[in-house]
Nanobody
Framework: QVRLVESGGGLVQPGESLRLSCAAA????????VSWYRRQPPQKERELVA????????TYGDPVKGRFTISRDNTKNTVYLQMNSLRPEDPAVYYC?????????????WGQGTQVTVSS
């Protein structure tokens, strides 16, 4: 089964940037639609942050529009989330989610999560 590995989280000050990465060890990753979610305690539900389709179409949640950019590099089997102008309300555990084509009959995949902290 494809495994997702996230990286890039950390501690930054308000206004600074981070780039998260979601990597898979298979070229089949290019066939997956991929989203970034975040969970901010004490909430139990994950919030959809951004999505990128297999052909590069993107959508964003309202709180991050204009600040975050999702992209993919199929040569590296990696999806990125560039987060600029980070705000005190952005800290969360960020998760990568990958959805295979429906016809494959496979489950959605989740990464282990990466912590983003914004503090002055």
């Amino acid at each position: 089964q494809v495994r997702l590995v996230e990286s890039g989280g950390g501690l930054v000050q308000p206004g600074e940037s981070l780039r998260l990465s979601c990597a898979a060890a298979t070229s089949a990753f290019r066939a997956y639609s991929v989203s970034w979610y975040r969970r901010q305690p004490p909430q139990k539900e994950r919030e959809l942050v951004a999505t990128i389709s297999t052909v590069g179409g993107t959508t964003y949640g309202d709180p991050v529009k204009g600040r975050f950019t999702i992209s993919r590099d199929n040569t590296k089997n990696t999806v990125y989330l560039q987060m600029n102008s980070l705000r005190p309300e952005d800290p969360a555990v960020y998760y990568c989610n990958a959805r295979p084509p429906i016809l494959w009959g496979e489950d959605n995949l989740w990464g282990q999560g990466t912590q983003v902290t914004v503090s002055s």
